[in-house]
T-cell receptor
Framework: QKEVEQDPGPLSVPEGAIVSLNCTYS??????FMWYRQYSRKGPELLMY????GNKEDGRFTAQVDKSSKYISLFIRDSQPSDSATYLC?????????FGAGTTVTVRA | DAGVIQSPRHEVTEMGQEVTLRCKPI?????LFWYRQTMMRGLELLIY????????DSGMPEDRFSAKMPNASFSTLKIQPSEPRDSAVYFC???????????????FGPGTRLTVL
């Protein structure tokens, strides 16, 4: 079993829809929870990170962490075609990041 | 700041050849990471340097892989001899670590797409 499980999709939604992404994990030592966005043929870039259970908002993006269930989510409101990318969840223990497989999202205009 | 710089961006080589990938981290960052990304295995950490010293090389798949960081502004990942199963995108990332505490953001370079025929 992988440390981090993420449904690879793909996910296709119309412009303006809410995109919902999630990951589960098995390692209780993970301290920080992150979401990276990766455009085609580019390196991943950090979108959001959280430390504790609960919600964190940044513009159209909301990250949720439920440590008791070992479950994290990312919601994208009012999705735009420019949000089309692969979204990777990542979890950190000290310096080490463990990544999910990534979910490919396409937002149709 | 130019961000993390990697070269070459693309490399096509034949099985058995030596391949050297290069990385220049962001100035002032003292942690450097090499990752490999494939469809089958996703993004995997190969090796981690802190202050130019290799701290964790447990992700290096075989002895054919080696990495060096001779100074704070340059690192190489070498594969010798290369094999078709080494075909992947190799990313370098850097971040800051101060007083034993890692900062969250690892800045990734654009990657080197390696194809071994």
């Amino acid at each position: 079993q992988k440390e981090v499980e993420q449904d690879p999709g793909p996910l296709s939604v119309p412009e303006g829809a809410i995109v919902s992404l999630n990951c589960t994990y098995s390692n209780s030592a993970f301290q920080y929870f992150m979401w990276y966005r990766q455009y085609s043929r580019k390196g991943p870039e950090l979108l959001m990170y959280t430390y504790s259970s609960g919600n964190k908002e940044d513009g159209r993006f909301t990250a949720q962490v439920d440590k008791s269930s070992k479950y994290i989510s990312l919601f994208i409101r009012d999705s735009q075609p420019s949000d089309s990318a692969t979204y990777l969840c990542a979890m950190r223990n000290d310096y080490k990041l463990s990544f999910g497989a990534g979910t490919t999202v396409t937002v149709r205009a | 700041d130019a961000g993390v710089i990697q070269s070459p961006r693309h490399e096509v080589t034949e099985m058995g050849q030596e391949v050297t990938l290069r990385c220049k981290p962001i100035s002032g960052h003292n942690s450097l990471f090499w990752y490999r990304q494939t469809m089958m295995r996703g993004l995997e950490l190969l090796i981690y340097f802190n202050n130019n010293v290799p701290i964790d090389d447990s992700g290096m798949p075989e002895d054919r892989f080696s990495a060096k960081m001779p100074n704070a502004s340059f690192s190489t990942l070498k594969i010798q001899p290369s094999e078709p199963r080494d075909s992947a995108v190799y990313f370098c990332a850097s971040s800051a670590r101060r007083g034993g505490v890692s900062y969250n953001e690892q800045f990734f370079g654009p990657g080197t797409r390696l194809t071994v025929l």
